[in-house]
Each structure stands twice: as structure tokens, then as C-alpha cells.
T-cell receptor, first 113, second 115 residues
Framework: GQQLNQSPQSMFIQEGEDVSMNCTSS?????WLWYKQDPGEGPVLLIA?????ELTSNGRLTAQFGITRKDSFLNISASIPSDVGIYFC?????????????FGEGTQLTVNP | GAVVSQHPSRVICKSGTSVKIECRSL??????MFWYRQFPKQSLMLMAT?????????EQGVEKDKFLINHASLTLSTLTVTSAHPEDSSFYIC???????????FGQGTRLTVV
């Protein structure tokens, strides 16, 4: 089945640094989504991307939908301690997929004050 | 605010008993909801697709008699873990979409511990 390769698996950074993570796939996706999950909570949507080449920002977060429709990246600028958590990318394929999401393995972000 | 509400957030049960988890879409109707299981430090694993008014679709390897899904209304799906055993202890999460093939909204998750 479809798989998303998300990297890096984990990051340890200092407060104030910028962060970048990405997801790649061998398959084409129509929608790319980025979620953040805090311990003991469900994932929360950060950014949704619907068009190839689309670049979208949400505060300090910026994400892009790759031109090939097979990749996406998420950048976090000027990180703060509350950015700590697990970040997941997710892709939605063709309409026949019935809204089934394919998830990346997650990026564990640690921010040192 | 939350658009998908999951209850309970935590539950501890004795081995052999059954546990029901509810997932509600708060301000939209969802003909389809999804149930996931998540192990520590891992991604979400799709267990089943809950379809309003019809049988759920289970992923390969998920026992349908073990994990009963009922989607009786357009805003509520339930997952019942029957005859729970310690190996069923996990974090269970539901999701729903406002519209098909758009972003998913997730519930808060349910931490199940079977003792």
C-alpha cells in the first residue's frame, strides 16, 4: 500500500532555532496535511494543502505541497518550548480512497529552553 | 474548539470485561468516521472505517468480533472492545471529515488500560 517516509525521526533543538521536516512518497497525493500531537492527546491539524506547489503559512509554521505531488515539507520558525510534540504528515489520495489517510512515521521535536 | 469529541479520555478495566468508546462530531454530520490505534512512539494505525447505517470496514488483521463498531447516527460512532485483555491496552483515536477527501479532525483519544 501507500507509504509516507517522514524525516527526521527526531530533532533536538534550542529555543529560537528554525525547524524543517519533510515527507516523501512514491505515490501521488491530492492533499497533504500536517498535524501535531501532544502526549495523551489526539492529533491537531496545523496546515492543510490542496494544490501542487501551494505554500501556506499558519503563524510561525509554513508548509508546502510539492510540485510532483509526492512530497511536502513543514517549517517552524523561531521555535518555542510549546512546540514540543510529535508532528505527523498525512496524505489523501484519489477520491476513490474514501477519505483514508496515509500517515508518516512522525517527527519527535524537543525544544530546549 | 474541538469539532470531534471522544469519550472517555481514560479508562481502566478488568481483563474479560468490555469497554465502549464514543466518538461524536460536534457541529457537522459524518457519514464516515475512522478508528485508529496508536502504540507508544508510533504513528496511527487504522483499525476500521465506520459507516453510518451499514457495517464497518475493518483493516486486515483487525478482529471485527473483538472491536465492535456501531455508527447508529450521523454524529456518533462507538467502538466496543469486547472481552478486553492486557494486550488490548493502547491509545485509541477516532476521526471524522466535514467533507469527503478533506482534512480529518481527530478526537482527544482514549487511553485504555486493561488490568
Amino acid at each position: 500500500g501507500q507509504q509516507l517516509n517522514q524525516s527526521p525521526q527526531s530533532m533536538f533543538i534550542q529555543e529560537g532555532e528554525d525547524v524543517s521536516m519533510n515527507c516523501t512518497s512514491s505515490s501521488i497525493f491530492n492533499t497533504w496535511l500536517w498535524y501535531k500531537q501532544d502526549p495523551g492527546e489526539g492529533p491537531v491539524l496545523l496546515i492543510a494543502l490542496y494544490k501542487a506547489g501551494e505554500l501556506t503559512s499558519n503563524g510561525r509554521l509554513t508548509a508546502q505541497f510539492g510540485i510532483t505531488r509526492k512530497d511536502s515539507f513543514l517549517n517552524i520558525s523561531a521555535s518555542i518550548p510549546s512546540d514540543v510534540g510529535i508532528y505527523f504528515c498525512a496524505g489523501l489520495g484519489e477520491e476513490t480512497s474514501g477519505s483514508r489517510l496515509t500517515f508518516g512515521e512522525g517527527t519527535q521535536l524537543t525544544v530546549n529552553p | 474548539g474541538a469539532v470531534v469529541s471522544q469519550h472517555p479520555s481514560r479508562v481502566i478495566c478488568k481483563s474479560g470485561t468490555s469497554v465502549k468508546i464514543e466518538c461524536r462530531s460536534l457541529d457537522f454530520q459524518a457519514t464516515t468516521m475512522f478508528w485508529y490505534r496508536q502504540f507508544p512512539k508510533q504513528s496511527l494505525m487504522l483499525m476500521a472505517t465506520s459507516n453510518e447505517g451499514s457495517k464497518a470496514t475493518y483493516e486486515q488483521g483487525v478482529e471485527k468480533d473483538k472491536f465492535l463498531i456501531n455508527h447508529a447516527s450521523l454524529t456518533l460512532s462507538t467502538l466496543t472492545v469486547t472481552s478486553a485483555h492486557p494486550e488490548d491496552s493502547s491509545f485509541y483515536i477516532c476521526s471524522a471529515h466535514r467533507q469527503a477527501n478533506t482534512e480529518a479532525f481527530f478526537g482527544q483519544g482514549t487511553r485504555l488500560t486493561v488490568v
